[in-house]
């Protein structure tokens, strides 16, 4: 069975620019969440998606970063404009409701 | 939120050393997670352990639901043991509220 994938794995970019991460879950999971970490401290949840509506998203700067799911399989996260404080590895993770995540191998932001 | 608390911060083993690392947390859960997190950044799942015990391999887990803790035991370390270690704990709104993790080294 295939993992959670996700893409790019790394990105360097300047502040004030833009970027987006893809991420596909595992084949029939409904749930699907991105995760902020960084360096130092454990992954905190940006949204949560269950198919292709949002559960929640409480903890998203919904003024610079957007996410969204599409037919409810693959998910796209952006932020723009970035700011330095946006560096941080994004991860994603998929579940069947209330059941074990499983995560993606991360992509690592670099904002200059 | 739920507060979730990992002890110790760094842990420096010799290989073949057993070890304990604990998670409390602050209120009652429905689901606990352990993960290894390796040099690469991947979060690994070791456990799903809402209660009780279980073990895999040279890792075991035991969580006391109703004393909010769980316990994560390493035996005979390995090198390849070395990483960050996670618990993660769900609520009724299946989201994952992580500790900050335990740093774990092992020297050969």
């Known amino acids: 069975e295939a993992g959670v994938a996700q893409s790019p794995r790394y990105k360097i970019i300047e502040k004030r620019q833009s970027v987006a991460f893809w991420c596909n879950p595992i084949?029939?999971?409904?749930?699907l969440y991105w995760y902020q970490q960084i360096l130092g401290q454990g992954p905190k949840l940006l949204i949560q998606f269950q198919n292709n509506g949002v559960v929640d998203d409480s903890q998203l700067p919904k003024d610079r970063f957007s996410a969204e799911r599409l037919k409810g399989v693959d998910s796209t996260l952006k932020i723009q404009p970035a700011k330095l404080e946006d560096s941080a590895v994004y991860l994603c993770?998929?579940?069947?409701?209330?059941?074990?995540?499983?995560f993606g191998p991360g992509t690592r932001l670099t904002v200059t | 939120g739920i507060q979730v608390e990992q002890s110790p911060p760094d842990l420096i083993l010799q290989e073949g050393a057993n070890s304990t690392l604990r998670c409390n947390f602050s209120d009652s859960v429905n689901n606990l997670q352990w993960f290894h997190q390796n040099p690469w950044g991947q979060l690994i799942n070791l456990f799903y352990?809402?209660?009780g015990t279980k073990q895999n391999g040279r890792l075991s887990a035991t969580t006391v639901a109703t004393e909010r803790y769980s316990l994560l035991y390493i035996s005979s370390s390995q090198t390849t043991d070395s990483g960050v270690y996670f618990c993660?704990?769900?609520?009724?709104?299946?989201?994952?509220?992580f500790g900050a993790g335990t740093t774990v080294t092992v020297r050969a």
């Open positions: 993660a704990v769900e609520r009724d709104d299946y989201k994952l509220s």
């Open positions: 352990i809402p209660s």
């Open positions: 084949s029939g999971h409904a749930t």
């Open positions: 993770a998929s579940s069947w409701l209330g059941h074990e995540q499983y």
